[in-house]
């Protein structure tokens, strides 16, 4: 995956915690990430289903803890 290419943006909710954020950046068929605080590192792949049940299941609550 060739990272620099990407329209990376963060969402909104990291405005409180700038330092604590994912940045993603969504192309035809996939949806990349990757740590703001390390833009040169990993950047995970997923496809758009695959990010859909993520933000669905980060909605309900589904990774919570506590």
């Known amino acids: 995956m060739s990272a620099p290419s990407f329209q990376w943006r963060k969402s909104s909710y990291s405005a409180d915690h700038p330092s604590n954020c994912v940045e993603v950046a969504a192309m035809e068929d996939t949806v990349a990430a990757r740590d703001s605080k390390d833009v040169s590192g990993l950047v995970l792949g ?10 669905n299941d980060a909605k309900r609550g589904a990774f919570d803890i506590g």
Do not use: A, G
Request: glycine share 0%.
């Open 46 to 55: 997923f496809t758009r289903d695959e990010w859909r049940v993520f933000l």
